[in-house]
Structures are given as C-alpha cells and as structure tokens.
C-alpha cells in the first residue's frame, strides 16, 4: 500500500506571496494531520481534517488554513508568507483520528 | 495541555550496544497514548513504536522496547543491538483519545524536542 505522498517536495517563495502544499492520505485513510517543524519550535501542530471537516486547530495565524476532499486528499494554504514561515511541513494520515498517524515524507518551504 | 520533554538532545551509542532515550510528559488524563518516531536525515518520520496508557505491558518491537512507567509519567525508548540505520532525530510523542478533554485534542500529537541518535561503527 503506497504511503502519504505530499506535493510539492521543495518549495522556493518570497514574502507576500501565497503557496498551496497538497496531501495525498494512505489508501483508506479518513484523518490528515499537518505538522510545521523548524529548528526553534520543533513539531507544531497546525491543523487535523477529518470526512472533509476540520476537528482541531492548533495555536497559528488565520493565515493558515487548510482543507479536505471528499477522496481524503488534504491541502494547506500559506497567505501573505513570512521569513519565520520557511519550515518542513508534515503531512500525516490516519484511519480514523484515533489511530496512529503515518507520515510523508514533507514539504521543505524557504521564504525568501 | 499536555507537555512533552525529551532532557537528552543528544545521545551516542556504539555499533551493536544497547542505548535508551528519555522522555516525560506531563498530562492530567488516564487514558492517552504514547509513540515513538524517528526522523532519519532523509526527513521521513517513522513510527517506531506506540504505547496504550491502558495496558501495563511494555510494547515492543524487535530491537526496539518501551519502559512506561504511569505514574511516574515515564516513556523511555530501549535500543538493543544499535545499528548504523538507527542514527537518526527521535522523537517521543503524546496524543489524547480523541474524545474528551474538552474534545479539542482530537487526534492531535504533541512532540518533545527530539533527540539526535549517533551510532559509531
């Protein structure tokens, strides 16, 4: 079974700008996680979808936001990109919200 | 809301010894759950190992086991027989059931700091 997959895998923007991340769960998988990592904060979590409705939301800007698909797919949007921005940002994907999380391999933004 | 401290940044081990990494949480829940992962440099995070609060046993998983310790709010990871491919960033993770808590931990893991592995030949 083929395992989360996130587009793009490197991403170069300048601030002001906007950029979308994409998240693609396992097979099955109704629940998607993402994470922002950096050095100074380590693993922060942003937000949790599940059957397209978001259940959580964690302690960052209204500039962020995200969505899900009906097909489980998962996107995060980034507006107005900040230096303090350029982070790794995790993808992780479950059954259900209470099962265990299964992570991409990430998407590396640089804001320049 | 829950915390997560990992005390070791850093941490070494020599080829085929036995190593183990901390880390303490902070939590005023009974039931929850544990995890272990690992970051190797290729930045993929691996699931190594997960803990039920619930169950006493210690989880294992073939070189890789658990001390949990409830009361104490311990949750160290026991590496045997450490290989090359074991270097990597760990990271020891906390999640609430889903339900509960005032239902805003729904799924969400809460990480420690991590802490890096090195493996010497």
């Known amino acids: 079974k083929a395992g989360v997959t996130q587009t793009p895998r490197y991403l170069i923007k300048t601030r002001g700008q906007q950029v979308t991340l994409s998240c693609s769960p396992i097979s099955g998988h109704r629940s998607v996680s993402w994470y922002q990592q950096t050095p100074g904060q380590g693993l922060q979590f942003l937000f949790e979808y599940f059957s397209e409705t978001q259940r959580n939301k964690g302690n960052f800007p209204g500039r962020f936001s995200g969505r899900q698909f009906s097909n489980s797919r998962s996107e995060m949007n980034v507006s107005t990109l900040e230096l303090g921005d350029s982070a790794l940002y995790l993808c992780a994907s479950s059954l259900a919200s209470r099962d265990t999380q299964y992570f991409g391999p990430g998407t590396r933004l640089t804001v320049l | 809301a829950q915390t997560v401290t990992q005390s070791q940044p850093e941490m070494s081990v020599q080829e085929a010894e036995t190593v183990t990494l901390s880390c303490t949480y902070d939590t005023s829940e009974s039931d929850y759950y544990l995890f272990w992962y690992k970051q190797p440099p290729s930045r993929q995070m691996i699931l190594v190992i997960r803990?039920?609060?619930?169950?006493?046993q210690n989880a294992t998983e073939n070189r890789f086991s658990v001390n949990f310790q409830k009361a104490a709010k311990s949750f160290s990871l026991k590496i045997s027989d450490s290989q090359l491919g074991d270097a990597a960033m760990y990271f020891c993770?906390?999640?609430?059931?889903?339900?509960?808590?005032?239902?805003?931990?729904?799924?969400?893991?809460?990480f420690g700091q991590g802490t890096i592995l090195t493996v010497h030949p």
């Open positions: 803990q039920e609060a619930y169950k006493q």
């Open positions: 993770a906390y999640r609430s059931p889903a339900i509960g808590a005032g239902g805003t931990s729904y799924g969400k893991l809460t």
